[in-house]
């Protein structure tokens, strides 16, 4: 890929659905972690806006979808689920960028933990998603994305969605196995960030899926 390309942006997205990251603190009391409204729950996560970013070029996608399966756990951290798949665009919406159309192909199952301290106050639960893994592919470039992404998780309710938020810094998520298209745009080690929003629903309805610390 020729050094023109650094001033391109490129789309992607690389996440899905459920709760996010940082390395959870191992002095954290235990904490039960109560999944409703049943326990497992099957959800699924829809987001308009998803977007990677990695040397000063942002790529977005203007839809992105997950599904996962929540449980009820004890501990702090604890793994509360398994998200089993996380799709980047879609028939007539596709991930786009300068370059032309871009695609994510994920390998799932990628885990889902609680952590830290539940706000009772706004329904708040922080945790991570690990074992995130996609290969990003545009024009002539295509690379690995993998580890973990940090957030938030806000409980819905009826007819009301969770919130869940994604941010992953920098050195989270990281670059590797990039083709030789990807000289001067992207090489093995960058750390790409990552955020979006996804709207969580108990799937087949509207209602929000609950996360709740005590």
Do not use: Q
Request: hydrophobic share 35%; aromatic share 6%; net charge negative.
């Amino acid at each position: 890929m020729k050094s023109p390309l650094r001033k391109t942006a490129l789309v992607v997205a690389a996440a899905g659905a459920a709760l996010g990251l940082a390395a959870a603190p191992s002095s954290a009391a235990s904490t039960n972690w109560a999944v409703g409204p049943g326990s497992p729950e099957t959800v699924t996560a829809t987001t308009g806006h998803a977007s990677l970013g990695v040397n000063g070029i942002d790529m977005t996608c203007t839809y992105a979808d997950a599904e996962a399966v929540l449980a009820s756990a004890t501990g702090n951290p604890v793994k509360i689920g398994d998200i089993n798949s996380a799709n980047f665009g879609r028939t007539g919406e596709p991930c786009t960028s300068i370059l032309g159309n871009v695609t994510a192909t994920t390998t799932t199952p990628w885990t889902l933990w609680a952590y830290g301290d539940y706000d009772p106050a706004t329904g708040t639960t922080p945790g991570y998603i690990d074992n995130i893994k996609a290969r990003v592919s545009v024009a002539t470039c295509a690379f690995d994305v993998t580890g973990t992404a940090h957030g938030t998780y806000k409980s819905g309710g009826a007819g009301t969605p969770g919130k869940l938020t994604i941010h992953a810094t920098a050195t989270e998520l990281t670059v590797a196995n990039p083709t030789s298209g990807c000289s001067g745009l992207v090489a093995a080690g960058d750390h790409p960030t990552f955020d979006a929003v996804y709207d969580v629903v108990v799937k087949g309805t509207s209602n929000g899926a609950t996360v709740v610390g005590s």
